[in-house]
């Protein structure tokens, strides 16, 4: 026998009362339409800045396997065949590759630095108090806010004086003064929502403070050291007035600084393909370390709300 939903009747004696549910209302037909048309037009402005963005790295990356010709008389057209030597021209004659390492040594010595002190830094700053704690803060986040135009004079005579001039390794350390306000700044507020349980729980069983906080701590704040890594590896990948003040040696150019220069010589040469291949070297790995990590940086800027 089939059983139906209808329940049957409760006993006056038992106190029990039945409530009747009915069908849900549906929403007013006015505020459905308000909805649809607010839902595509927001969709439509992303589709526009989707648009936007996505056009100009696919006009570039398709303009370097052009001709010289084809770059003027069809500039939006698809390349008849793959100019493959763009980029090798770019790549050898150009001094690309040499450009391309150097920035690889710089970025990666930076990056693990400013990772490494900022880190530390920040959980120094989150978790312990001690007197001036605030006014270590304090300095950090004034130094986001201090134009780096102003300091490239002193900092030229200091670094000179230091015998670092045109030198990687004094680019590395000035990138990571560069960097650390705002890795200190994003650090500290990520270490706070993580849960100070675990860390007492290893301090009880005789950890360390050291050992606390590499094999504990720094593995939990993991999408936070992402993030903010995407964000200081794009900064430092793109950097040009720091290098161009403080790194004045042809062979220690840095990518930015071989772009100007590819684009300074090929104005003369008409060597455009040449030119958008070095822009397309420049832009991958940057446009690539992105794609990896992006869901890595979601998670990071969303972890701190989420706790």
Same mark, same amino acid.
């Given at each position: 026998m089939k059983t139906t939903e209808t329940s049957a009747p409760v006993p006056a004696e038992s106190g029990a009362h039945v409530t009747k549910t009915g069908p849900r209302a549906a929403p007013p037909p006015g505020k459905k339409k308000e909805g649809t048309v607010l839902n595509a037009f927001s969709h439509g402005i992303?589709?526009?800045?989707?648009?936007?963005?996505?056009?100009? !790295?696919?006009?570039?990356?398709? +303009?370097s396997f052009k001709d010289d010709r084809s770059i003027f008389s069809s500039p939006?057209? !698809?390349?008849?065949?793959?100019?493959?030597?763009?980029? @090798?021209?770019?790549?050898?004659?150009?001094?690309?590759?040499?450009?391309?390492?150097?920035?690889?040594?710089?970025?990666?010595?930076?990056?693990a630095g400013t990772l490494v002190l900022g880190s530390m830094a920040a959980y120094v700053l989150a978790r312990f108090d001690f007197p001036g704690n605030r006014f270590v803060y304090y300095l950090f986040i004034g130094g986001m806010s201090f134009p780096v135009m102003l300091a490239l004079v002193p900092l030229f005579y200091v670094v000179n004086n230091m015998g670092l !001039?045109?030198?990687?390794?004094?680019? #590395?350390?000035?990138?990571i003064a560069y960097s650390l306000p705002f890795t200190v700044f994003f650090l500290t507020a990520f270490f706070r929502t993580l849960p100070t349980s675990v860390a007492?729980?290893? %301090?009880?069983?005789?950890?360390?403070? @050291?050992? +606390?906080?590499?094999? #504990?701590? !720094?593995?939990?704040?993991?999408?936070?050291l992402i993030s903010v890594g995407i964000f200081n590896f794009l900064g430092q990948w793109n950097q040009y007035m720091l290098p161009t003040v403080l790194n004045t040696e042809p062979d220690q150019r840095v990518l930015t600084q071989g772009l100007v220069q590819l684009a300074v010589s090929q104005g003369y040469k008409g060597d455009w393909s040449g030119l958008f291949a070095g822009l397309v070297m420049a832009m991958l790995p940057v446009l690539a370390a992105? #794609?990896? %990590?992006?869901?890595?940086?979601?998670?990071?800027?969303?972890?701190?709300?989420?706790?």
């Open positions: 992303l589709v526009l800045w989707a648009f936007m963005v996505v056009m100009p !790295l696919l006009w570039a990356v398709m +303009t939006w057209s !698809l390349p008849d065949e793959l100019h493959l030597d763009n980029w @090798s021209r770019a790549w050898t004659e150009a001094n690309m590759s040499d450009y391309f390492l150097n920035t690889v040594l710089v970025v990666a010595g930076s990056l !001039l045109n030198s990687i390794h004094g680019l #590395i350390l000035v990138y007492e729980a290893a %301090f009880v069983d005789g950890a360390s403070h @050291s050992r +606390t906080f590499f094999q #504990i701590m !720094l593995p939990m704040a993991r999408p936070g992105y #794609i990896v %990590f992006q869901r890595q940086v979601v998670q990071g800027l969303t972890a701190g709300a989420l706790k």
